[in-house]
């Protein structure tokens, strides 16, 4: 393998949606320089970080029915029977929710948890809490989407956060989703929460770090137990 082959598949890609933000900051570290060369090179910092923050890993997906995988990189800072939404028209008996905190550093694009045709998105506008806090769920703007897995409806809501101020979708009501494909991205840093039926075990823990598209959340047939977690 040659080495420009080597760096090639080293880097990692940026999402499209990116572009523009990397374009700006490129533009501001140029002019900054031209006022003083250490501006320059904070502004020349900054436009990587936005590079960084933009990046789209590619993903290696488990494909089984009844798989939930993670939408979203980041911890996961909740898990909890709580009532859905009530946007997302998922009943008035209490689900499961496993909820997905992204720092800014996160790999911030999205992806379905299962693979099925939505048949609900909604935007609800809201506040901006620091979206760790279990009341984001119900108080911050977010967009929730229901993914008809065949058997059960799942519901995906993205959360904004104190730093977002925006949540991107890439797919529209009535289109049809694989696991692990992209669904859309939220910008800078927020949270993602998944809603499964009552009865369900999650095979993560608490402050577990999860990766968008790979990490197993739940076993919808049961074929996995309640796991116990310790950390070190």
């Known amino acids: ?101 992204m720092n800014v550093f996160d790999v911030h694009v999205n992806r379905a948890p299962v693979s099925g045709r939505i048949t609900r998105i909604v935007y609800t506008p809201g506040l901006f809490l620091n979206a760790d806090l279990d009341k984001a769920s119900e108080d911050n703007e977010r967009s929730g989407m229901v993914i008809d897995a065949g058997e059960v409806p799942i519901g995906v809501v993205q959360i904004a956060g104190l730093v977002a101020r925006r949540i991107v979708g890439f797919v529209r009501q009535g289109d049809t989703v694989s696991a692990g494909e992209r669904f859309g991205l939220i910008r800078f840093g927020s949270r993602v929460d998944v809603y499964l039926p009552a009865g369900v075990h999650a095979i993560v823990g608490l402050n577990q770090r999860s990766v968008a598209g790979e990490t197993v959340l739940a076993d919808l047939r049961g074929g996995e137990p309640p796991r116990a977690f310790h950390a070190e």
Do not use: N
């Open 1 to 101: 393998m040659s080495v420009v082959t080597s760096i090639r598949e080293s880097l990692v890609p940026i999402h499209k949606e990116g572009y523009p933000f990397i374009a700006i900051a490129a533009a501001i570290a140029v002019v900054l320089g031209q006022l003083w060369g250490p501006l320059g090179w904070i502004g020349a910092i900054i436009t990587l970080w936005v590079c960084f923050f933009f990046r789209d890993p590619p993903r290696v997906t488990p494909l089984r029915d009844g798989l939930v995988v993670a939408p979203a990189d980041g911890r996961i800072s909740s898990i909890a029977e709580v009532l859905p939404p009530p946007e997302l028209e998922l009943g008035h008996a209490p689900m499961l929710r496993i909820s997905i905190f």
